[in-house]
Nanobody, 131 residues
Framework: QVQLVESGGGSVQAGGSLRLSCAVS????????MAWFRQAPGKEREGVAA???????????YYADSVKGRFTISQDNAKNSVYLQMNSLKPEDTAMYYC?????????????????????WGQGTQVTVSS
């Protein structure tokens, strides 16, 4: 059973940075499609970023247009963890952030942001960006 535990959320002023961590247990993170989603109050869940975690799938990363150039998803196989580095944060980035995973090496460009395709979810970590 794959278990995901997020950490690293908090409150920051606009323009600041945060780094979210997702610790994976019960499975090797290097054999999963790993992703970050977020959900703000009153809004639908949104795919933020996803990562192909194997050399075979060329470690391709996918990003929502709203975060391209500001967020970076990465992995540390030794720690069985995935990270989301968030820079130049904006108030509209305020949301609960969730780590998600599915048992496929390739996240696929056409479906990486579809939340229903992920079987495993963390409990979420809150990110609040003030103006």
């Amino acid at each position: 059973q794959v278990q995901l535990v997020e950490s690293g959320g908090g409150s920051v002023q606009a323009g600041g940075s945060l780094r979210l961590s997702c610790a994976v247990s019960g499975y090797r993170s290097s054999s999963l499609c790993m992703a970050w989603f977020r959900q703000a109050p009153g809004k639908e869940r949104e795919g933020v970023a996803a990562l192909n975690t194997t050399a075979f799938t060329m470690y391709v990363a996918y990003y929502a247009d709203s975060v391209k150039g500001r967020f970076t998803i990465s992995q540390d196989n030794a720690k069985n963890s995935v990270y989301l580095q968030m820079n130049s944060l904006k108030p509209e980035d305020t949301a609960m952030y969730y780590c998600a995973a599915k048992r496929t090496n390739d996240c696929y460009s056409g479906s990486w942001s579809l939340g229903f395709s992920y079987a495993y979810w963390g409990q979420g970590t809150q990110v609040t960006v003030s103006s």
